[in-house]
C-alpha cells in the first residue's frame, strides 16, 4: 500500500527558506495528484498546494507568492519550499495522496518550527 | 477565519447520533464543488472519511455518512463510539477569487460522553 513519508529541517530562523520533500513508497507518483497541508499548533487545516505528477501546478492564493511545489518522477518524491519564513509559518506539515475526491493518502506529518 | 463554517464542538453519548454542520457560501459549496470529510485523532494525520459529498472509501463504516443541500453539507455518526471521539473537518473548493482551491472548515470537536 502506499505510503508517505516528509523529510526537512525541523528549526528555522526567520526569513530562511523551508525545504520539505515527500517520498512515495508502494505505489508510483505517476497518475496523481500531491498535496502539502500544513497545521500550525492548536489550530486547523490549511491547504498550501498541489502538483500533478506531469507537473501542473496550483497553490493556496495566501501563500502563492512565497511558495514553490516541486515533482521528482525519477525518485517518486515531490518538494515543497516556503520562502521568508516568520512564526506564523510554525506548523506540522504534511503530504498527502490526492486533489478532487478527497486527499486518500496522508503521510505522518512533520514539525517545524520558526524561531530565532 | 475559515472559508467554511463548522461548530467548534458536537457531543453524544454512545450509541446515539451525531450530526455536524458545514456551512459555505455560493463561491463554495453553493456552486456546486464536491465536500469531502476528515477525521483526525489525536496526535495523527488527518484520515479521509467521505468524499464527494457522501461517498466512503473503502474501510470506513457505514455508521459514518455525508449529504449536501444548498450551500451547506452535514457529517452524521450513528451507533457513537468511545474511538469517534476525534477532530473532524470538511473540505470543498472555492472560486472567489481567479482560480479554485481547497479550503477547510475550522474544524469540530466530537467528544463521547
Known amino acids: 500500500q502506499v505510503q508517505l513519508q516528509e523529510s526537512g529541517p525541523g528549526l528555522l530562523k526567520p526569513s530562511e527558506t523551508l525545504s520539505l520533500t515527500c517520498t512515495v513508497s508502494?505505489?508510483?507518483?505517476?497518475?496523481?495528484?500531491w498535496s502539502w497541508i500544513r497545521q500550525p499548533p492548536g489550530k486547523g487545516l490549511q491547504w498550501i498546494g498541489y502538483?500533478?505528477?506531469?507537473?501542473?501546478?496550483k497553490y493556496n492564493p495566501s501563500l502563492k507568492s512565497r511558495v514553490t511545489i516541486s515533482v521528482d518522477t525519477s525518485k517518486n518524491q515531490f518538494s515543497l519550499k516556503l520562502s521568508s519564513v516568520t512564526a506564523a509559518d510554525t506548523a506540522i506539515y504534511y503530504c498527502?495522496?490526492?486533489?478532487?475526491?478527497?486527499?486518500?493518502?496522508w503521510g505522518q506529518g512533520t514539525t517545524v518550527t520558526v524561531s530565532s | 477565519q475559515s472559508v467554511l463554517t463548522q461548530p467548534p464542538s458536537v457531543s453524544g453519548a454512545p450509541g446515539q447520533r451525531v450530526t455536524i454542520s458545514c456551512t459555505g457560501s455560493?463561491?463554495?459549496?453553493?456552486?456546486?464543488?464536491?465536500v469531502e470529510w476528515y477525521q483526525q485523532l489525536p496526535g495523527t494525520a488527518p484520515k479521509l472519511l467521505i468524499y464527494g459529498n457522501g461517498n466512503r472509501p473503502s474501510g470506513v463504516p457505514h455508521r459514518f455518512s455525508g449529504s449536501k443541500s444548498g450551500t451547506s453539507a452535514s457529517l452524521a455518526i450513528t451507533g457513537l463510539q468511545a474511538d469517534d471521539e476525534a477532530d473532524y473537518y470538511c473540505q470543498s473548493y472555492d472560486s472567489s477569487l481567479s482560480d479554485s482551491y481547497v479550503v477547510f472548515g475550522g474544524g469540530t470537536k466530537l467528544t463521547v460522553l
Open positions: 502538483i500533478y505528477y506531469s507537473g501542473s501546478i
Open positions: 498527502a495522496r490526492g486533489y478532487g475526491d478527497g486527499m486518500d493518502v
Open positions: 455560493s463561491s463554495n459549496i453553493g456552486a456546486g464543488y464536491d
Open positions: 508502494g505505489g508510483s507518483i505517476s497518475g496523481y495528484y
